[in-house]
């Protein structure tokens, strides 16, 4: 009881942290500095950074590690080069699609390119799936559907903006809560290679960007289609990965709990939960 006690604490803690993390921005609204803060670089150099470096130093205090282990224990140590190529193939369906059929975006820029498509899913993917999904999912241990329901519910909230027709929202909210729970699924089956999930995102979100599919997340039936087939592929990918890229010792490593962490992490996270019980 001791222990469902403390993971769930650790569990509140993760939650009480990202809100934290997530919500600053209004804090700098609130007490006026972002009447100060252009902003681009508001999106460029404090949020997008703020939300990394935090979930890095977050990890190292509430376990104990240094800001290296801290770095591993949200995926970024783990192989770029094969999480890439999966995202690579992956996203040929929709590139293939919409290069045929969709005129190109005369609105992009290289500035939204890089953000849209590159830092932004970058930092959503260490806060979404790095942080919140794997703290709940192999630390706390409350089970995959909760650990990704949490992250997943509130990745489709942040994007009620882009629309304010309800059956639109709905839609919006449907798509992204439902990839939310998907890239939970490839995180966690890709040992927690974060570079797997940033890739795919951030893949998917070129496509969308450079050629003129859509100004929401929603789409049409052609962009779900080749958005569907993307997925399929990823997900047939994913089943046979071990048969098509050589398992490394590395990638193992990034999901085992040591020894000295496995005798540390309760009284860890019953000193954390302390205060809240």
Known sequence: MKNLRSRLGYAALIVLVYVFIDQYGYFLKLIGWRQYISEWLYVLAIRNAFEVGSCV????????????RAARELGLLAPIGRGLA???????????????????NPNMTFLT???LCFIAPFAEEVLFRAFMFRQLYRRARIGFWLS?????AVFAAGHLYQSNDLMEQLGIVA??????????WFFMKWRDNLWTVWGLHAGMNLWWEVFNVDDTALGGWLSNGARLATVIVAVLLTIYKDKIWKPLPSE?????????D???EGKQMRLLARPMW
């Open 262 to 264: 496995s005798a540390d």
């Open 57 to 68: 130093i977050a990890v190292a205090i509430m376990l104990r590690f240094g800001l290296k």
């Open 252 to 260: 193992q490593a990034n999901i085992e709990v040591t020894e000295s």
């Open 148 to 152: 990704a329901l949490a992250p997943s």
């Open 113 to 115: 390119v890089g953000v």
């Open 86 to 104: 999966f995202a690579a193939i992956a996203t040929l369906p929709m590139l293939i699609a919409f290069a045929f059929t969709m005129p190109v």
């Open 175 to 184: 798509i992204t809560g439902t990839g939310g729970i998907g890239f939970c």
